[in-house]
C-alpha cells in the first residue's frame, strides 16, 4: 500500500472509530472530512499541504475537546444538574467559536466548586437522614433525643450554607434515591425532620409508661424472686460465648463461610 | 516539608509531563517555567495538610492542567500530522515517537502488580520492532487500540487488586471501585469514559448511602437484642437487686425499642426482621462485625447460631407476654455471647488467620500505593 493510502486509511479508520462512539460526534465529523479532503491527493506531501492549508489542521484537537466537552454536558444533563451543564455549555461554545479557548482551563475551577457544594449537600441530607432514624429508634431518652435533633439542625444549616434548602433538596430525584427507605418513610422523614430539629419531640409519655411498667414488674418480680433465680440457674447454665470469623464469597452471589470458631466454656 | 510535598505532590505533578517529550520548544518552554515556579511555590509551604487542601483547583494547579492539556494535543496532533511526511519537517522516527512512553512504562514496571497495564505498555513500544514506518506504526496503533489500551489495561490493573481485597457484598466500599472498573471494561474511548465516570457522579453517594442505612440498622437492633438478652440474664442472676432492676430496665428499653424498630422497618422499608436475617449481607451486621483486615474483608462476627435466636428474641418482644411470664417460662434459645476469658488469646489467633487468608493476595502487597486510591474512591481512612 502506497503512503497516501495508508495515510487516508488511517483517516477513514479514525472517522469510522469516532462515528461509532455516541460521544464523539465532532471527531468522526473532522476525521470523516480530513479523509474526504486528501482523497484526491496522490502524495502525502500534497495531502499535508492540502491540511495545512485548511481548516483542518488544528480542528482535531478542537474537536477532540468540544466532545469531551460535550461528554460533560451530555452526562450532567442526564444526571438532572442543570448548572453544572450550563458550565460546559459556555466552555463548548467558547472552543466552538476559538479552538484556542481550549487551552484556557478557568471552568474547571467553577466544576470544582459545583462538586465541592454537591458533595456538602449530599452529606448534610445523608447526615439528616441518620440522625432522623436514630431519633425514631432511640426511645425516650432526652439527652439522646436532644442530641439527635441537634445533629438533624447542624444538617439542615449546612443545607442552608451550601445555598439550597431541605425542603427544594428533598423535592429532587437524586436526593430521594439517597433515602432507601419507601414513599411512606420518605414523607414522614421530609415532612417531620424541620420540626424535630426545631422543638424535639416530647417523649415523656413514654417514660412515663416505661416507669409504671417497671414499678408494677419490680414489686411482682421481687415477690417472685426465689422462682426467678430458681429458673435463672437453668437459663444462665445455657448462656453461651463464641466468636468466628466471616469468610466473604469470591462474588456477589456468593455465601460467608465461617471457620475459627471458639467457644467458651461458661463459668 | 518539601519532602512530604516533594512525594505526594511536586514529584507526580510534574513527572506526567515526561510523557510528552516531543512537544513544540514554545510549550517546552513554558513547562519549564512552571516548574521553576511550582518548585518555588512548595518550598514555601509550611503547612502539608493545608497545601494538600488548596491544591486542586488552585491557579498553579489549574495551569498544570493546562499546559498538560496542550502537550497531550500537540501530541496527537504532531502523531497524526507527523506521519503525513513532511518534507520540510525532521522527520521523527518510530522508535523515538514511541520512547515518549517509556518513562510512563517504568513507572507501571517499577509498581510490580500493573501487569496488564505492562503488557499493555509492551505492546505499543514493541510496534517500533514491527515496522519503521511511522504512518504503519500509526495505522497498528489505531487498528489494535493501543494507546487506549495502555489507560484501561492499567487502570483495571488498579482497580481490580483492590476490588479482589474487598468484601464483594458489603456494597458501600466495593461499588465505588465496581462501578467504575465497569466503566473502563465498557468504553471504548476517553470520551464515553468522561461521559459514564460523570454519570457516576450521582450513582455512587446513592449506593453508598443505602449501604450504610442497611448497616446501621442492623447494628441498631442487633445492639437492642443482645442488650435485651444481657438484661434478662442480669434479672436471672440477681447478684444484688440494683443489678436486676438494671437488666429489668434494659429488657423493658430494649423491648420497647424493638417494637418500634420492627414497625419502622415495616412502615418505612417495607422489610421485617426475617428478611433482614435472609439477607446474607445484613445478616452479619447483626453480629457485630470487626474488621480484621485494613479493608474489612475478614471479620470477627459472634457466633451464627445466633440468628434464630435472635428471632425468637424478636418474636418475644413482639407478643403480649409480660416480661414477667417471659422470666417465669424460661426459653428454648441460646444466645452466643463475645468471649470473655479467651478473647484476648482468640483476638491473637483470628490475627494469624487473616494474614493467611490475605497472604495471596496481591493488595497487601502494594497496600502502601493503592490504599491512598482506595481512601480517595471509597471515602475511608
Same mark, same amino acid.
Given at each position: 500500500m502506497?503512503?497516501?493510502?495508508?495515510?487516508?486509511?488511517?483517516?477513514?479508520?479514525?472517522? +469510522?472509530?469516532? !462515528?461509532?462512539?455516541?460521544?464523539? =460526534?465532532?471527531?468522526?465529523?473532522? *476525521?470523516? $472530512?480530513?479523509?474526504?479532503? @486528501?482523497?484526491g491527493?496522490?502524495?502525502?506531501?500534497?495531502?499535508?499541504?492540502?491540511?495545512?492549508n485548511?481548516?483542518?489542521?488544528?480542528?482535531?484537537?478542537?474537536?477532540?475537546?468540544?466532545?469531551?466537552?460535550?461528554?460533560? +454536558?451530555?452526562? !450532567?444533563?442526564?444526571?438532572?444538574? =442543570?448548572?453544572?451543564?450550563?458550565? *460546559?455549555d $459556555?466552555?463548548?461554545?467558547? @472552543?466552538?467559536?476559538?479552538?484556542?479557548?481550549?487551552?484556557?482551563?478557568?471552568?474547571?475551577k467553577?466544576?470544582a466548586?459545583?462538586?465541592?457544594?454537591?458533595?456538602?449537600?449530599i452529606?448534610?441530607?445523608?447526615?439528616?437522614y441518620?440522625?432522623?432514624?436514630?431519633?425514631?429508634?432511640?426511645?425516650?431518652?432526652?439527652?439522646?433525643?436532644?442530641?439527635?435533633?441537634?445533629? @438533624?439542625?447542624?444538617?439542615?444549616?449546612?443545607?442552608?450554607?451550601?445555598?439550597?434548602s431541605?425542603?427544594?433538596?428533598?423535592?429532587?430525584?437524586?436526593?430521594?434515591?439517597?433515602?432507601?427507605?419507601?414513599?411512606?418513610?420518605?414523607?414522614?422523614?421530609v415532612?417531620?425532620?424541620?420540626?424535630?430539629?426545631?422543638?424535639?419531640?416530647?417523649?415523656?409519655?413514654?417514660?412515663?409508661?416505661?416507669?409504671?411498667?417497671?414499678?408494677?414488674?419490680?414489686?411482682?418480680?421481687?415477690?417472685?424472686?426465689?422462682?426467678?433465680?430458681?429458673?435463672?440457674?437453668?437459663?444462665?447454665?445455657?448462656?453461651?460465648?463464641?466468636?468466628?470469623?466471616?469468610?466473604?464469597?469470591?462474588d456477589?452471589?456468593?455465601?460467608?463461610?465461617?471457620e475459627?470458631?471458639?467457644?467458651?466454656?461458661?463459668? | 516539608?518539601?519532602?512530604?510535598?516533594?512525594?505526594?505532590?511536586?514529584?507526580?505533578?510534574?513527572s506526567?509531563?515526561?510523557?510528552?517529550?516531543?512537544?513544540?520548544?514554545?510549550?517546552?518552554?513554558?513547562?519549564?517555567?512552571?516548574?521553576?515556579?511550582?518548585?518555588?511555590?512548595?518550598e514555601?509551604q509550611?503547612?502539608?495538610?493545608?497545601?494538600?487542601?488548596?491544591?486542586?483547583?488552585?491557579?498553579?494547579?489549574?495551569?498544570?492542567s493546562?499546559?498538560?492539556?496542550?502537550?497531550?494535543?500537540?501530541?496527537?496532533?504532531?502523531?497524526?500530522?507527523q506521519?503525513?511526511?513532511?518534507s520540510?519537517?525532521?522527520?521523527?522516527?518510530?522508535?523515538?515517537?514511541?520512547?515518549q512512553?517509556?518513562?510512563a512504562?517504568?513507572?507501571?514496571?517499577?509498581?510490580?502488580?500493573?501487569?496488564?497495564?505492562?503488557?499493555?505498555?509492551?505492546?505499543?513500544?514493541?510496534?517500533?520492532?514491527?515496522?519503521?514506518?511511522?504512518?504503519?506504526?500509526?495505522?497498528?496503533?489505531?487498528?489494535?487500540r493501543?494507546?487506549?489500551?495502555?489507560?484501561?489495561?492499567?487502570t483495571?490493573?488498579?482497580?481490580?487488586?483492590?476490588?479482589?481485597?474487598?468484601d464483594?457484598?458489603?456494597?458501600?466500599?466495593?461499588?465505588?471501585?465496581?462501578?467504575?472498573?465497569?466503566?473502563?471494561?465498557?468504553?471504548?474511548?476517553?470520551?464515553?469514559?468522561?461521559y459514564?465516570?460523570?454519570?457516576?457522579?450521582?450513582?455512587?453517594?446513592?449506593?453508598?448511602?443505602?449501604?450504610?442505612?442497611?448497616?446501621?440498622?442492623?447494628?441498631?437492633?442487633?445492639?437492642?437484642?443482645?442488650?435485651?438478652?444481657?438484661?434478662?440474664?442480669?434479672?436471672?442472676?440477681?447478684?444484688?437487686?440494683?443489678?436486676?432492676q438494671?437488666?429489668?430496665?434494659?429488657?423493658?428499653?430494649?423491648?420497647d425499642?424493638?417494637?418500634?424498630?420492627?414497625?419502622?422497618?415495616?412502615?418505612?422499608?417495607?422489610?421485617?426482621?426475617?428478611?433482614?436475617?435472609?439477607?446474607?449481607?445484613?445478616?452479619?451486621?447483626?453480629?457485630?462485625?470487626?474488621?480484621?483486615?485494613?479493608?474489612?474483608?475478614?471479620?470477627?462476627?459472634?457466633?451464627?447460631?445466633?440468628?434464630?435466636?435472635?428471632?425468637?428474641?424478636?418474636?418475644?418482644?413482639?407478643?403480649?407476654?409480660?416480661?414477667?411470664?417471659?422470666?417465669?417460662?424460661?426459653?428454648?434459645?441460646?444466645?452466643?455471647?463475645?468471649?470473655?476469658?479467651?478473647?484476648?488469646?482468640?483476638?491473637?489467633k483470628?490475627?494469624?488467620?487473616?494474614?493467611?487468608?490475605?497472604?495471596?493476595?496481591?493488595?497487601?502487597?502494594?497496600?502502601?500505593?493503592?490504599?491512598?486510591?482506595?481512601?480517595?474512591?471509597?471515602?475511608?481512612?
Open positions: 502506497s503512503d497516501i493510502n495508508k495515510v487516508h486509511e488511517l483517516y477513514d479508520m479514525m472517522a +469510522r472509530r469516532f !462515528a461509532a462512539c455516541a460521544h464523539t =460526534p465532532n471527531q468522526a465529523r473532522v *476525521y470523516a $472530512e480530513i479523509r474526504d479532503l @486528501i482523497a491527493c496522490s502524495t502525502v506531501d500534497d495531502s499535508m499541504q492540502k491540511i495545512k485548511s481548516k483542518y489542521y488544528t480542528a482535531p484537537a478542537q474537536a477532540l475537546m468540544l466532545d469531551k466537552m460535550n461528554a460533560y +454536558r451530555e452526562a !450532567a444533563r442526564d444526571n438532572k444538574m =442543570p448548572e453544572l451543564e450550563k458550565i *460546559y $459556555e466552555k463548548y461554545r467558547e @472552543i466552538e467559536a476559538d479552538p484556542m479557548k481550549a487551552y484556557e482551563m478557568g471552568y474547571e467553577k466544576v466548586a459545583r462538586d465541592l457544594k454537591m458533595n456538602q449537600k452529606a448534610a441530607f445523608n447526615d439528616a441518620m440522625a432522623y432514624v436514630e431519633l425514631l429508634c432511640c426511645g425516650f431518652d432526652k439527652d439522646e433525643i436532644d442530641r439527635h435533633c441537634r445533629d @438533624i439542625k447542624k444538617a439542615l444549616e449546612e443545607m442552608d450554607r451550601a445555598c439550597e431541605f425542603a427544594s433538596l428533598a423535592g429532587q430525584e437524586m436526593y430521594r434515591k439517597l433515602v432507601p427507605a419507601n414513599d411512606t418513610g420518605f414523607r414522614d422523614f415532612s417531620n425532620a424541620p420540626g424535630c430539629a426545631q422543638n424535639p419531640p416530647d417523649r415523656s409519655h413514654e417514660k412515663a409508661a416505661f416507669e409504671k411498667e417497671f414499678n408494677e414488674l419490680w414489686s411482682s418480680l421481687s415477690a417472685k424472686k426465689g422462682q426467678i433465680t430458681e429458673m435463672g440457674r437453668k437459663e444462665l447454665g445455657k448462656a453461651r460465648y463464641a466468636a468466628c470469623l466471616a469468610i466473604p464469597p469470591k456477589r452471589t456468593g455465601h460467608y463461610e465461617f475459627l470458631r471458639q467457644e467458651e466454656m461458661p463459668c | 516539608m518539601l519532602d512530604m510535598i516533594q512525594t505526594a505532590i511536586y514529584a507526580p505533578t510534574v506526567v509531563f515526561d510523557a510528552y517529550p516531543n512537544v513544540s520548544p514554545e510549550l517546552a518552554a513554558e513547562i519549564e517555567d512552571w516548574k521553576i515556579r511550582f518548585k518555588e511555590h512548595c514555601k509550611t503547612d502539608f495538610a493545608a497545601f494538600m487542601g488548596q491544591f486542586y483547583g488552585s491557579d498553579i494547579q489549574v495551569e498544570s493546562n499546559l498538560l492539556s496542550r502537550a497531550a494535543m500537540e501530541a496527537m496532533g504532531g502523531a497524526t500530522q506521519n503525513e511526511v513532511n520540510e519537517a525532521e522527520v521523527i522516527s518510530v522508535k523515538d515517537y514511541l520512547e512512553y517509556r518513562s512504562y517504568d513507572e507501571v514496571r517499577a509498581a510490580g502488580y500493573r501487569k496488564r497495564g505492562e503488557a499493555a505498555y509492551e505492546e505499543l513500544l514493541n510496534v517500533a520492532n514491527r515496522t519503521d514506518d511511522m504512518v504503519e506504526a500509526q495505522l497498528i496503533i489505531e487498528k489494535e493501543l494507546l487506549w489500551k495502555i489507560v484501561s489495561e492499567d483495571l490493573d488498579i482497580y481490580e487488586t483492590i476490588q479482589e481485597a474487598m464483594p457484598l458489603h456494597e458501600g466500599m466495593t461499588f465505588p471501585i465496581s462501578a467504575f472498573a465497569e466503566v473502563y471494561r465498557k468504553a471504548t474511548c476517553d470520551e464515553d469514559l468522561t459514564e465516570l460523570e454519570r457516576l457522579k450521582i450513582v455512587v453517594p446513592v449506593v453508598v448511602q443505602r449501604s450504610v442505612i442497611k448497616i446501621f440498622l442492623a447494628t441498631v437492633i442487633g445492639t437492642n437484642i443482645l442488650n435485651y438478652a444481657k438484661g434478662k440474664n442480669k434479672i436471672y442472676a440477681w447478684a444484688s437487686d440494683t443489678s436486676a438494671e437488666g429489668l430496665g434494659a429488657m423493658i428499653a430494649c423491648r425499642n424493638i417494637r418500634t424498630f420492627i414497625k419502622l422497618l415495616k412502615e418505612h422499608f417495607d422489610m421485617s426482621f426475617e428478611d433482614m436475617v435472609n439477607d446474607e449481607f445484613t445478616k452479619l451486621w447483626l453480629l457485630y462485625p470487626r474488621g480484621l483486615d485494613s479493608l474489612g474483608r475478614i471479620k470477627r462476627i459472634l457466633d451464627p447460631q445466633n440468628l434464630s435466636a435472635f428471632k425468637e428474641i424478636v418474636n418475644e418482644c413482639l407478643s403480649d407476654r409480660t416480661i414477667e411470664d417471659i422470666l417465669l417460662s424460661g426459653s428454648r434459645y441460646v444466645v452466643y455471647f463475645d468471649l470473655e476469658k479467651t478473647d484476648e488469646e482468640y483476638e491473637g483470628a490475627s494469624e488467620r487473616t494474614k493467611e487468608l490475605d497472604g495471596g493476595l496481591t493488595y497487601y502487597r502494594y497496600e502502601a500505593t493503592l490504599k491512598k486510591t482506595v481512601e480517595s474512591m471509597c471515602n475511608i481512612k
